[in-house]
């Protein structure tokens, strides 16, 4: 079992930066991949980014490259979403997610296995 706990979320003006982080339970941390993804008020909940095991690769979702970093820190059993440059449209629940059988990247969310139960990321205008 892998339980995974959100953190970092809040209310900032658009423009602004937060940091998200996930804490995961279990010894295996290193040997999944993982990934952000978040649900808007009334929308599907749709994918962000992701890190591949080691955190050498990444990959985004295109209305959030250049201002958002998804990367790990396996030591710590955490990973991290540094958001920059906030937009209202970045309004969401965001939920971080692991894949004990994707060791690359996945915006597929049929692949993760376990899910954080979301932290809430309000931006104002």
């Known amino acids: 079992q892998v339980q995974l706990v959100e953190s970092g979320g809040g209310l900032v003006q658009a423009g602004g930066s937060l940091r998200l982080s996930c804490a995961a339970s279990?010894?295996?941390?290193?040997?999944?991949?993982m990934g952000w993804f978040r649900r808007a008020p009334g929308k599907e909940r749709e994918f962000v980014a992701a890190v591949s095991w080691s955190g050498g690769a990444t990959y985004y979702r295109g209305s959030v490259k250049d201002r958002f970093t998804i990367s790990r820190d396996n030591a710590k059993n955490t990973v991290y979403l540094q958001m920059n440059s906030l937009k209202p449209d970045d309004t969401a629940v965001y939920y971080c997610?692991?894949?004990?059988?994707?060791?690359?990247?996945?915006?597929?969310?049929?692949?993760?296995?376990?899910w954080g139960q979301g932290t809430q990321v309000t931006v104002s205008s």
């Open positions: 997610a692991a894949s004990t059988t994707v060791l690359g990247t996945s915006n597929s969310q049929n692949v993760y296995d376990y």
């Open positions: 279990g010894r295996t941390f290193s040997s999944y991949s």
